[in-house]
């Protein structure tokens, strides 16, 4: 993907070897109460799952998500926000999540139609930002 046609903000990101793959393993994240889960679901050591997201916390120059814990969902800081709502458009197009050995599940568009494109159980609200997802 060619840089110039991304947002700025994303741009020092993206332009790092392997940069693109993090912001979409970010979008993938805020799908889910907490990286572990994450990392659970997607049969991959939450350790590397931690990493790619302080790198890509490192080369945006802030911090993405206040981490979850037992009791509690992560939930997106400011910068977070505004991240997941400049990568979003272009999703589709950022690095596959887990390179040329894996046939990932497909991270449908329509799953990215919000930061937090998962119900969050019975409630319906976003395991990380809370909001109603339910669609009534």
């Given at each position: 993907m060619r840089l110039a046609g991304l947002p700025a903000l994303l741009r020092p990101a993206a332009g790092t070897k392997g940069g693109q793959r993090r912001l979409r393993r970010f979008l993938e994240a805020v799908r889910y109460p907490t990286l572990t889960a994450l990392a659970r679901d997607a049969d991959l050591d939450p350790g590397s799952v931690t990493w790619q997201i302080r790198t890509l916390e490192r080369?945006?120059?802030?911090?993405?998500?206040?981490?979850g814990g037992v009791k509690h969902a992560m939930q997106l800081t400011?910068?977070?926000?505004k991240v997941v709502a400049a990568a979003q458009p272009y999703a589709?197009?950022?690095?596959?999540?887990?390179?040329?050995?894996?046939?990932?599940?497909?991270?449908?568009?329509?799953?990215?139609?919000?930061?937090?494109?998962?119900?969050?159980?019975?409630?319906?609200?976003?395991?990380?930002?809370?909001?109603?997802?339910?669609?009534s």
């Open positions: 080369d945006l120059d802030g911090q993405l998500l206040v981490r400011s910068l977070g926000k589709d197009q950022l690095g596959d999540l887990h390179g040329p050995r894996h046939k990932p599940k497909a991270l449908r568009s329509a799953e990215l139609s919000s930061p937090a494109g998962v119900s969050g159980g019975e409630s319906g609200r976003s395991p990380c930002t809370g909001r109603d997802e339910s669609g």
